[in-house]
């Protein structure tokens, strides 16, 4: 919502025309509720980020360090030589329009800066100014213009209204890849302490304690026994994980969303009863307790320096491989970037599932594995006694997560699972799914709650596309891999299809999954009765 | 041949223009995107407001019940209430629908002919005005809900392992039984 501004002798004189300046002539209106706060210094000086200093997106005065223009001119050129793509990315646009209207923010906001083109377009004028002969000579004629206050302030509103979620990229026909242009972007807003504190805080915490919230071990360890509890009053078993144990063979890690959100808990309940079940000798870590990575919104290095933890901690335990919980950016980093930052993991052995022998050669570089394909595995090999009546209340569509379906390739597992442990499965329309899925409107770090105006028109694609299914189908469960997802998704159902809740694919293989010495369950990981019950079905595929 | 069935014969015309008002509202390259793609998963805004508009028209001619306008409101208010609109901007499409029904009755020459019938009709928009206050300030206030809720889903599994929540502290207690005591209490 806009703020009030007209007179009430104005309200009767409404004009409808919207200007039709060019973009360049048209200046930057930051609203409120479409930012995040900015970031407290204690959290950036934790990292040693640059420029720290009191500022607010709506004052005319950021406070800018005094060389900002040449610290950010300095920064496009180091980043030009370091990155070819980057290079590549800011010459080849020839401005045919493909992306312009497949960005969920365009498609909510309406917002022609949002368009992808137009985006990156904020920052390739800057690099035609300053790096490119014609537009030294020609200005403004030849795209280029300036690098003022004005330019840098609309970089940062628009480069923290994209959620790097690629779904452009796949409709660019030069391949341009709008989510590292954003990467840089931030880099370049981050070197003058223009930071979120919704990132900002996650990154130091993480920095300090291992994970985004700065839960302590004994926290984590307390959290997780609770969840135990939950588990020992749905099936009458005790659950007895371990923590940091040195000898395991396989280290799980998953964001801590899973460990303190709801409902993202149930997805971690899952977890624990799927691998008591298995009797798989894995091990928590207190250490490397966060999956997710928020120091990927910041800078290259800062993600770097954040994922290390990962391989320290399996080196450390000794662990023989790595399995990870549902997350989307920590998938992305992990597939993507991990190896070749902290690798090579040569002290790992390439993932084998313990229970059906199958070698994970998709990950013998990476030496992770990922919960859905370790668990499709399983039920392909009829190893889980599953009894999919038990979600019989719910009529489950899938979400791809961007970064597991277009970061990963991952399309087929989730499903596959899905449709054993469930009865009810319907897809999205085809355009808002697998690689074409529509984000959920709150990544890399915008999934604050004081810019829930701008996470609900970003997630209005997504959700215009539930709600198709919800009155088709009735549809009442959104299922994702993505912690991120399962904490948004939920306030973005909430407004725009009530009646659809959210939940990790873990929660619902652990509904259906039958234990062995399990009392007879009465209710849903959510403590909710369950369905009257059908027939069981032995490692059984449905698909 | 009366306003009803008037306005029915240039439904298409009328809707047009009302739709094309609302276009106004958004920059010029949006306005057009949303007007062109006819996927309404490719465009979910202008097919969500088309449809609206369209299936508000067909319930304001043929029927008027109010379940429905309210269901086909809310889908085009649920849009605009969290656009970069004030709340007179994301409403004002309701008073278009007056503006160009009595243009097109202007054109036809006929405003005078249907005077009484389109005061009816222009009651019927006002009402429609009414209740998209009420659904706009609905959509508002779930915005702040949702503010509150997060932040309520993100620690209460927190407090209440920290046994700070009443609730957690006497679930154990048995409900019917305080309600009965209650009652003894009163002497019920």
Known sequence: MAKFTAKPAELLKIDFKTPKTDWMDTPVEIREHMYCHPSKAKDLETVGFPNIHEWKPVDENWNLPENWKETVINGIKERLQKYRSFHVFMDICVRCGACADKCHFYLGTGDPKNMPVLRAELLRSVYRKYFTTGGKIFGKTAGARELTEDVLKEIWYYYYQCTECRRCSVFCPYGIDQAEITMIGRELTNLLGLQLGWIAGPVANCYMKGNHLGLEPHTIKSNIEFMLDDIETLTGIRINPTFNRKGAEILFVTPSGDLFGVPGVYTAMGYLMLFHELGLDYTWSTYASEGGNFGFFTSNEMAKRLNSKIYAEAKRLGVKWILGGECGHMWRVLHQYMDTWNGPADFLEVPKSPITGTVFDNAKSTKMTHISEFTADLIRHGKLKLDPGRNDHLKVTFHDSCNTSRGMGMFEEPRYVIKNVCNHFYEMPENTIREKTFCCGSGTGLNASENMELRMRGGFPRANAVRYVHEQHGVNMLANICAIDRATLSASMDYWVPGVGVAGISELVANALVMKGEKERTQDLRLEPLPQKSGEKEGAENV | ?188
Request: charged share 30%; hydrophobic share 40%.
């Open chain 2, 1 to 188: 041949m009366n306003l009803n069935e008037l306005l029915l014969k240039k439904r298409q015309t009328i809707l047009k223009k009302w739709f094309d008002s609302v276009l106004e509202t958004y920059p010029q390259d949006t306005a057009n995107f949303l007007k062109r793609q006819k996927d309404q998963f490719a465009n979910p805004v202008g097919s969500t407001i088309y449809n609206g508009m369209d299936s508000l028209l067909e319930e304001l001619l043929n029927g008027g019940d109010t379940d429905k306008i309210s269901t086909f409101l809310d889908n085009i208010i649920r849009i605009r209430a969290i656009q970069d609109f004030t709340p007179s901007q994301a409403l004002a499409f309701v008073i278009q629908l007056k503006r160009v029904v009595r243009e097109e009755l202007i054109n036809e020459n006929k405003e005078s002919q249907f005077a009484d019938e389109l005061l009816a009709f222009e009651r019927r928009a006002d009402d429609l005005m009414l209740l998209s206050f009420d659904i706009y300030m609905k959509c508002r206030e779930k915005i702040y809900d949702l503010k509150a809720n997060e932040l309520r889903n993100m620690t209460s599994k927190l407090l209440e392992r920290a046994n700070l929540i009443f609730e957690a502290q006497y679930r154990k207690i048995d409900l019917e039984e305080v309600l009965q005591g209650n009652k003894l209490e009163r002497g019920e």
